[in-house]
């Protein structure tokens, strides 16, 4: 039986809570095992009106429970939940997790503390939303491996960057984006690059087996992009996105490019993002879908969970 | 230990002997076996200048070989493989076939004995050339499945189609294929949809659970194409492209149809494929990629074959 701690209850823990039910049986068959939600893990239990009887504000209540085999975690939290996520990986308990901060961050010692007590941990979620990017990297390894990778992996950017193209300042074309629900009070994760580099940091580190340290990406946002250049870039067919890039030698950085408007990553729209592998033997290999959203990224989390228990 | 009897020796199952040999160290160690290559059935050993201790042209050097226990087939074979290849599953030989004709024609009957005999059988090669299609099929469904695909999967369609944008005519856009070496002598696989049809049979088959029959699939193919047609879309910012179709309403086609030229599928150009899963919970997911080419869809040999050993 798989018993699970989830961490958090917002837009994508309860979108996963919602596609584990309405396609429980499938689950079940597919895993060989029953699924049961056992403890959720919330800030502010009067903020919901379901589930009562599982919520608990104490993360003790989940990580001390023995029963539970599974954490799947999609809060925003940071440093606060990396240890006891690390102590439960030491004792077998598989993770799953859409937090691109606590992964990229703690992930070296979240993957090796996995491959010593065999544990799984899965994070498809905090990279590429719906789009399954990790669970074609170890194929893609076993095969000759990839050469680069460049990805446009932040709609909130993507959005900026198109209303200045219409003819917004920077200033109006983040305002409207806040008005619109495509950045958050304070966008700085956003605007200046954090969001792009987790990603990046993230799909170079398991591609090339190498660990990077964050604070040595080199991570140039949007926030003080060149409006002109925008225009000028326009003019002759080119169209500039931020992208993350990422190479066998090591280099790796985020930083507004300018691409072909026609091109996959340049005609990219909102919240569409994409990534590109540059492969050894099978040509350029593409994948596109939706970077966000609660129901989006709630499918990676369960693509998450049929890798670790499917078939 | 995986004991491989090759079926085939041409372009793609050469390629995939190399890609094994290459990166035989990473794939042992994946897969946690030692990998041999057993047999190697031919047409003709005379044409090989390599591994002729491992060549015959008895078929049954192979199917009645009980050490081999993964049969990895990527000939132009349809009828005369399809019981062998079916009585090795039944025995529980594991298949990897890159051949589209013979796994659309015999789907139903080589999965519905795969599943008895609890053999693994993997065809990724024969859809998507190198790109990842049917790996992700599993995961779409458990989350809540797919609504509709549509894919252009054919480049030789594709260069034909952009040649006759170009000015050319039916007939000489053919030939220029031909002597680029993107169509074969006998192009009708290709231009009549077949090639097309297969492809999006298999995909369709696995994502609906449905079986289809090749012959009851409308399948109409760019052989008698409008020329003024593709030249009126073009006008209007549209493109003429051969796709796939099909729906989990059971229905199924293969027809030219009219695209936006910026789209994802209506920019594809030459060997270039891509498929659009049109999702329940994750939007739209594109995975676009070189469709064809020895070691590209070798590559998906390769990845069928972690798929089935790996972990």
Redesign the interface.
């Known amino acids: 039986m798989i018993k699970i701690g989830l961490l958090g209850f917002g837009t994508v823990a309860g979108s996963f809570y919602d ?1 584990v039910e ?2 429980r049986e ?2 079940e068959k ?1 895993t060989g095992q029953k699924i049961e939600f056992k403890k959720i893990l919330v800030r502010n239990i009067g903020k919901y009106n379901r589930c009562k009887n599982l919520l608990t504000i104490n993360k003790e209540d989940i990580f001390e429970d023995r029963e539970i085999n599974l954490i799947v975690e999609a809060t925003g939290e940071v440093d606060r939940l990396a240890s006891p996520i690390e102590e439960a990986l030491k004792r077998g308990v598989n993770v799953i997790s859409a937090n691109k901060a606590l992964i990229s961050k703690y992930l070296e010692r979240l993957i090796l503390t996995s491959k010593k007590s065999k544990a799984s941990l899965k994070f498809e979620g905090a990279v590429g939303g ?3 990017i990790l ?2 990297i ?2 893609l ?4 491996g990839v050469k680069k990778v460049i990805g446009v992996l932040n709609g909130t950017s993507n959005f900026i960057l198109s209303q200045i193209e219409n003819g917004l300042s920077f200033e109006k074309a983040l305002e409207l984006a806040k008005e619109k629900g495509y950045a958050e009070a304070d966008p700085s994760a956003d605007i200046d690059g954090i969001d792009t580099m987790r990603k990046i940091n993230i799909t170079s580190s398991l591609l090339f087996d190498k660990f990077f340290k964050e604070e040595e990406i080199e991570t140039i946002g949007i926030r003080k992009i060149n409006e002109d250049r925008i225009k000028d870039a326009l003019k002759s067919g080119k169209t500039i996105k931020l992208i993350g890039y990422g190479d066998k030698n090591g280099k790796i950085y985020v930083r507004p490019e300018e691409l072909e408007k ?1 091109s ?1 990553l340049g ?1 990219l729209k909102g919240g569409e993002n ?1 990534i590109v592998f540059f ?1 050894e ?10 970077g966000a ?1 609660g ?2 990224t ?3 989390l ?2 998450d969970l ?2 670790i228990y ?1 078939k």
Chains 1, 2 share one sequence.
């Open positions: 596609l309405e396609n499938g689950l597919i719906a789009i399954p669970s074609n170890e194929k390894k076993a095969a000759g026609n996959i005609s994409a492969t033997n099978a040509g350029e290999i593409v994948i596109k879908g939706m959203g129901r989006e709630a499918y990676s369960v693509s049929i890798d499917g």
